[in-house]
């Protein structure tokens, strides 16, 4: 069993709905034994937000009666198991009552009357059931058989007066509409009661907003904004932006991008819990960029869900198979879970509890919406902006990395890119761009801000291949960064002084060579130059050899003596 | 429960009241009035006092007081308030 709570300040009692977000407006839940008034036009979930108070209160052991003037006590029973209630288990254990309480419209009226046969049922029920708890939907039907407006009112009263001195905590739902008349008509019940709330839907460019606004609270403190809620297939959620308290926790280790090279420039990677915006034109490669991310986590053992507005799920799975990203074993082994919608489908708000929804179900470490740029589409720019700034609340109060993925324009400015003025949110901003140089139009990447971590601030290129996403190195020269073409000229160019170089040391090498050989040759030709001197001598030698031979010859046939004595004289004057 | 019959009733009918309510008790001389001049003793009334008897309230769907439900001659009608229309009354009652 549950016990009322008290607030601090002053000592009035109230009762907790349990109906998400609503007791952190009311400060506490609504007033106990007293009349909350819940006004509403239809379709505002005026009669789910009291089967739920009732439904939370008897599931706490306090037994309710639920009063049906409009609808049919089956369809309300059917209505309340769309949201898994089972109304009629509490009916047969007499801790919750539905009545439905409607007169033959054929019914003919001859004289006064009053309320007596439904005061009585409801006192006959409540003493039964020892029941405090109850709510009345809709008797404006049952009034009007009165047909007398002044009588309707005092009969307000009179219910009003009836649930007070009986100690009941009841809540009455009364219809407003857009029409002034029907604004002032039913004023007086905003002073005759202790606590009123509006709930209000409107349509706005095609897409229907709920919004609840406290406009009263006698004795207590309440949010005094108008909240947006919304009905989900768990009942009504209040989302008080503005009453959140910022929970944040810190950012924590930097976990892998995936890629890297891209890890390296970012200072180690994205921070867990922390927001990453990766901005750029449409085609930069922004999915692929995330998918690097999810396939990653998944092999880390990291559960990711994916919140797609552009593509369904079958979509993204094919298509980056192309840049030889499987996303299928890591969708087998539920590390990736895609919720995937048109923005145009519902209103923000249904939009924020599906991902609220699928976040407490799933428990996911990461989260990546793709893209925020289509987020405008849920209505208007304002719109988008509170769904982001709840998404992103909800996500850093829950430890959870959010990868947001927005299609710009061809700017740098970070506001630019985020599109939004959620750019104080952002710890991490990469951006994808498209840069044209030399009549060809090359990929860009550049870490615009790394909250806590020291990024590289320059500009690389990148490809995108069948291996998935590859930084090319980084060229700082006179022109900044070069790309394609541009680089490979610059490659080129590098690659051809580097030639140059090598060739003159060859060249170097070669006059050496050939300065020996030279030298070898000189050396050659001296030799053969001594050589041949040698030569000729020798071949001197042989014809003096010669002449002499020559000499006795001619002195024999001249005669033996007289060349015999010339050849002594000769010999020995010599 | 206050019953005033005959042997073999034409006119069958049912007064839901709150006890000794003003409106209520109006209602109960309204309609004796009617029935007593016009049918006498060819009727059935049936008076319930749901103060005491909040079941049948519940089973009648009597949220109102006074309540007059004529069961027979079918089709079942109602008529509330303390039925000082006599002429309506006759009517429904297809006198």
Known sequence: ?574 | MNQEQASDPKYRLKLFIAGNEPNSIQAINNIRDILNSRIQDRYKLEIVDILSDFQSAIDHGVLVTPMLIIVEPSPETTIVGTLNDAEKVKAALRL
């Open chain 1, 1 to 574: 069993m549950e016990k009322e709570t008290k607030t601090e300040k002053c000592s009035l009692p109230k009762i907790p709905t349990r109906i998400a977000g609503l007791d952190e407006i009311l400060k506490g839940g609504i007033p106990e034994k007293r009349t909350t008034i819940i006004s509403g036009g239809p379709g505002c979930g005026k009669s789910i937000f009291g089967i739920e108070f009732l439904y939370n209160g008897v599931r706490q052991g306090h037994p309710g009666i639920y009063v049906t003037f409009e609808e049919r006590a089956d369809a309300v029973r059917q209505n309340a198991k769309t949201m898994g209630w089972d109304l009629e288990a509490f009916e047969k254990q007499n801790l919750l009552f539905v009545m439905q309480a409607n007169l033959d419209p054929k019914t003919m009226v001859s004289g006064d009357f009053s309320l007596m046969g439904l005061f009585s049922i409801i006192e006959g029920k409540a003493k039964s059931m020892n029941c405090k708890r109850i709510v009345v939907d809709a008797i404006d039907i049952l009034l009007r058989m009165y047909n007398d407006f002044n009588r309707e009112r005092s009969e307000y009263y009179v219910l009003h007066d009836w649930f007070s001195s009986r100690n009941m905590t009841s809540i009455m739902t009364v219809k407003s509409s857009q029409d002034h008349g029907m604004a002032t008509r039913y004023e007086f019940l905003d002073f005759m009661a202790d606590c009123v709330i509006h709930l209000d839907q409107r349509v706005k460019e095609q897409i229907s907003t709920r919004r609840i606004r406290v406009s009263k609270y006698r004795g207590s403190d309440f949010g005094r904004n108008e909240y947006p809620y919304v009905i989900s297939d768990k009942g009504l959620s209040i989302i008080p932006v503005s009453t959140s308290s910022l929970r944040h926790k810190p950012l924590g280790a930097p976990v892998s991008s995936g890629n890297e090279r891209l890890d390296m420039i970012l200072g180690g990677g994205y921070r867990k819990a922390s927001c990453v915006l990766i901005a750029g034109i449409t085609g930069a490669g922004k999915t692929t960029l995330a998918n690097t991310f999810i396939k990653s986590a998944s092999e880390r053992d990291e559960k990711v869900l994916y919140i797609g507005f552009e593509e369904s799920e079958e979509a993204i799975v094919t298509n980056m198979l192309s840049p030889g990203i499987d996303l299928r074993p890591a969708i087998d082994a539920k590390k990736v879970r895609f919720i995937t919608s048109l923005p145009e489908a519902m209103g923000s708000e249904e939009h924020l509890m599906r991902a609220f929804n699928e976040i407490k179900e799933y428990q996911p470490d990461h989260l990546v919406v793709d893209a925020i740029s289509a987020c405008d589409r849920m209505g208007s720019k304002q719109t988008a902006f509170e769904y982001l700034i709840r998404l992103l609340n909800h996500c850093k109060e829950n430890d959870i990395t959010c990868i947001l993925l927005n299609q710009t324009v061809q700017s740098m400015d970070i506001h630019q890119i985020s599109g939004m003025e959620i750019s104080s949110m952002v710890d991490s901003a990469i951006f994808l761009g498209l840069v044209e140089v030399g009549g060809e139009v090359n990929r860009m990447i550049l870490v615009l801000k790394s909250r806590g971590l020291a990024h590289s601030n320059q500009y690389r290129e990148y490809l995108i291949t069948d291996n998935g996403i590859e930084l090319m190195d980084v060229y700082v020269g006179e022109g900044g960064v070069l790309t394609g073409a541009a680089r490979q000229e610059q490659e080129a160019r590098e690659s051809a002084n580097q030639r140059l170089r090598e060739h003159r040391i060859m060249q170097k090498r070669h006059e050496l060579t050939h300065k020996e050989a030279a030298k070898q040759a000189k050396i050659a030709a001296l030799q053969s130059e001594i050589d041949m001197y040698k030569s000729e001598l020798e071949s001197m030698m042989e014809e003096e050899k010669i002449w002499h031979n020559g000499r006795d010859i001619r002195a024999r046939l001249r005669g033996k003596l007289n060349d015999d004595t010339l050849n002594k004289t000769i010999l020995g004057n010599v």
